[in-house]
């Protein structure tokens, strides 16, 4: 576990000293993931992007027992997105599951074992998350997470073109 003080050290520097300390603190693990990510990504600009196969296989598997779907994966987002009916789905970022979701469940998800909120531009997205692989090694937890992404996904926006 990464300790408190070091986090808000770090984020300090990346961000300046006005950074708001009175933050939840998983919004800073998930702030310093981000960064880092970030970080990693620009420097490997010309690089292939990083995502887990065995996790990508892992869904892939799960989303082709679905009926009257239809699967496409681009590479996007540092990894692999799997979109059904041409909506981002679920993707796969590195070892984690970046997962798209109702927004009216934002408090049931957050206090799933492994989750980790989407921050962009300092902002929390809500109906976006990181899923750490403790939260979906056992198969009642993935089946939970790819759950709630297709439940939504006939209602979500499609990205504009």
């Known amino acids: 576990m990464i300790n408190k003080g070091f ?6 520097q990346a961000q300046g000293d006005n950074w708001n300390t009175n933050r939840n603190f998983k919004h800073c693990q998930a702030e310093l993931v981000e960064a880092i990510i970030t970080k990693r ?11 887990s196969t065995e996790l990508a296989d892992r869904v892939r598997e799960r989303l082709s027992m ?3 779907i239809e699967i496409e994966e681009k590479k996007m987002f540092s990894g692999l997105s799997f979109l059904v009916n041409g909506k981002m789905c679920i993707n796969i970022s590195h070892d984690n599951l970046m997962c798209r979701y109702n927004p009216e469940l934002e ?12 921050i ?12 750490e692989p403790i939260g ?26």
């Open 107 to 118: 408090d049931e998800v957050s206090e799933k074992k492994g989750f980790l909120p989407m």
């Open 41 to 51: 990504d620009r420097s490997k600009k010309n690089e292939i992007m990083a995502y």
């Open 7 to 12: 986090l808000i050290d770090i984020l300090r």
């Open 66 to 68: 679905e009926n009257n």
């Open 120 to 131: 962009m531009k300092g902002k929390q997205l809500n109906g976006y998350c990181y899923v």
């Open 136 to 161: 979906f090694q056992k198969a009642d937890d993935f089946e939970y997470w790819i759950k709630i992404c297709l439940d939504y996904n006939p209602v979500a926006k499609a990205a504009k073109k």
